[in-house]
T-cell receptor, first 111, second 112 residues
Framework: TQLLEQSPQFLSIQEGENLTVYCNSSSVFSSLQWYRQEPGEGPVLLVTVVTGGEVKKLKRLTFQFGDARKDSSLHITAAQPGDTGLYLCAGGGNAGNMLTFGGGTRLMVKP | NAGVTQTPKFQVLKTGQSMTLQCAQDMNHEYMSWYRQDPGMGLRLIHYSVGAGITDQGEVPNGYNVSRSTTEDFPLRLLSAAPSQTSVYFC???????????FGPGTRLTVL
């Protein structure tokens, strides 16, 4: 079974601060996705990274896939209250090409 | 397009009762899957389907059945509900060849 561990589990910061969320595994994944979930809703895809060492930017969010394709990070610059939510990483390449999800990082950005 | 729809939104069952969670998608996606979400455990795959007539077990299949008679529908059946099945259930779909999963709004189930 491929496992993904996210850290930290919870993060509470003030508006304007920077933060990094980590997603680690001992297994290699063919792709790594980051989702954001708001209360009462399903997760929504933010980004997919597929190449070791790949860096993708989405406005204030920077996503990186580790060189060995076993880990990933999400960095948010100048966090805003609208960034509040549950961030989930998910690795692809399992049986049936289904995803393995990490436990999630719950972020709260206070104004 | 409505995307992925799930019904009901909320459900309360007594131990031993059975019920079906409905999921439908109108995007003609080949892949559909069911996940349960529990605090601190992310999303765990229950069952999935790669096309009509084809289903397979995920990480936590015990106590659940699925069928895929059409491309659009993928119902999840709880045979005899147990308190351990109290959770939020998400249905998702995606086209073959793409990684992005499209999730429904979820069903919050409580088993007393």
């Amino acid at each position: 079974t491929q496992l993904l561990e996210q850290s930290p589990q919870f993060l509470s910061i003030q508006e304007g601060e920077n933060l990094t969320v980590y997603c680690n595994s001992s297994s290699v994944f063919s792709s790594l996705q980051w989702y954001r979930q708001e209360p009462g809703e399903g997760p929504v895809l933010l980004v997919t990274v597929v190449t070791g060492g790949e860096v993708k930017k989405l406005k204030r969010l920077t996503f990186q896939f580790g060189d060995a394709r076993k880990d990933s990070s999400l960095h948010i610059t100048a966090a805003q209250p609208g960034d509040t939510g549950l961030y989930l990483c998910a690795g692809g390449g399992n049986a049936g090409n289904m995803l393995t999800f990490g436990g999630g990082t719950r972020l709260m950005v206070k104004p | 397009n409505a995307g992925v729809t799930q019904t009901p939104k909320f459900q309360v069952l007594k131990t031993g009762q059975s019920m079906t969670l409905q999921c439908a998608q109108d995007m003609n996606h080949e892949y559909m899957s069911w996940y349960r979400q529990d605090p601190g455990m992310g999303l765990r795959l229950i069952h999935y389907s790669v096309g009509a007539g084809i289903t397979d077990q995920g990480e936590v299949p015990n106590g659940y059945n699925v069928s895929r008679s059409t491309t659009e529908d993928f119902p999840l059946r709880l045979l005899s509900a147990a308190p351990s099945q109290t959770s939020v259930y998400f249905c998702a779909s995606r086209p073959s060849g793409m990684d992005e999963q499209f999730f429904g709004p979820g069903t919050r189930l409580t088993v007393l």
